[in-house]
C-alpha cells in the first residue's frame, strides 16, 4: 500500500512544485480547479443524468404549484407532499455519486493537509521530540542522533511509567534533516523539515494500518513489530494571508473548487 501512497505524493510534490516561488495560494487554487473538474466528470460518469434531471424538473414544478395554489389549502399540502416525495427521489440518485466523488476529494484533502496545515520550522524555533517505545523496551537505552543544523537544546526527559523520551529541539539552518533514534540495535529515522517553502511535513511516524497510511502519506510508517511505537513533534499552525486577512486553506480549496464545478457544469453538460 505504501508504493501506491508514496507515488501519489510524489505527483503531488511535482504539481505543487511547480508554483513554489510564488503565493502558496496559487498551488492551492489549482490544484483546487482540478479537483473541481476530477468532482464533475466523476459525478457525470457515476450518476443516472437523465433521472436527475427529471426529478429537479418535478421539484421545480411542484413548487410552482405551490405559488400558485397558496387560496387552496387542500392543492397546496398535494403540492408539498409532491415536492417532499421528489426531493427524496433526487436525494436517492445523489448519494451514491456523491460518495464516490468524495473518494478522491478524500486523498486530494489529506495531501492538500499535509502542505498547508501547518509549516515548517524557521530557524532559531524549537520543538519537543516524543519517543514512545514498546513495554519491553527501556526507554533509557534510547538514543538520539541530530544531524548538522539541528541542535538538542536540554538533557532528555525519560518517563518509564509511559515508555516515552523526550528531547528538546532547536532548528538552525533551514534543510531538510533525518533525525536518528536508536533502541536495542534497532534505528529508526523522523524527517524534520526547517524552512519557509511549501513542501509535505509530517508531525509523526507510528506504526499505522493500511487507512492511516493513506491519511499520513508524507512520511513512511514504522514497521511493524518495531521497538518504536510512535515518533512525533509539533509544527507551527500556517498562517497564511491574502488581501491582508488570514484565510484557511480548506476554505480557499472548497470556495475554488466547488464555484470552479459549477462555472463548467454547463459546458460540460453535467446536472448536479
Known amino acids: 500500500m505504501w508504493p501506491i501512497v508514496k507515488a501519489v505524493t510524489a505527483f503531488f510534490d511535482g504539481l505543487i512544485g511547480l508554483f513554489g516561488g510564488m503565493h502558496p495560494f496559487v498551488g492551492l487554487s489549482v490544484v483546487s480547479i482540478l479537483t473541481g473538474a476530477v468532482m464533475l466528470v466523476v459525478w457525470k460518469f457515476t450518476s443516472n443524468q437523465k433521472a436527475i434531471a427529471a426529478a429537479k424538473s418535478k421539484i421545480s414544478a411542484y413548487i410552482y404549484e405551490i405559488r400558485i395554489f397558496q387560496e387552496d389549502m387542500g ?42 496545515e501547518r509549516r515548517p520550522l524557521l530557524p532559531g524555533e524549537s520543538t519537543l521530540l516524543k519517543v514512545m517505545v514498546s513495554e519491553s523496551v527501556d526507554p533509557g537505552d534510547v538514543t538520539l542522533e541530530v544531524p548538522a543544523g539541528i541542535a538538542i537544546s536540554a538533557l532528555p526527559v525519560r518517563i518509564p511509567r509511559e515508555h516515552e523520551v523526550d528531547w528538546r529541539l532547536r532548528a538552525e539552518n533551514e534543510g531538510e534533516y533525518d533525525l536518528q533514534i536508536t533502541v536495542a540495535g534497532e534505528t529508526v529515522t523522523k524527517r524534520i523539515v526547517v524552512g519557509d517553502k511549501i513542501t509535505k511535513i509530517a508531525e509523526g511516524r507510528d506504526q499505522a494500518g493500511i487507512l492511516a497510511v493513506w491519511l499520513a502519506p508524507a512520511e513512511k510508517p514504522i514497521p511493524k513489530g518495531s521497538a518504536f511505537q510512535a515518533i512525533s513533534f509539533q509544527y507551527p499552525d500556517r498562517d497564511t494571508k491574502a488581501w491582508g486577512y488570514s484565510l484557511h486553506w480548506l476554505l480557499v480549496f472548497f470556495v475554488v473548487s466547488v464555484l470552479f464545478g459549477f462555472a463548467i457544469k454547463g459546458v460540460v453538460g453535467v446536472e448536479v
Open 75 to 116: 392543492l397546496q399540502m398535494a403540492a408539498q407532499r409532491k415536492a417532499f416525495l421528489a426531493n427524496m427521489k433526487y436525494l436517492s440518485l445523489a448519494v451514491p455519486p456523491l460518495i464516490v466523488v468524495l473518494l478522491p476529494v478524500v486523498a486530494i484533502l489529506v495531501q492538500l493537509d499535509v502542505r498547508y
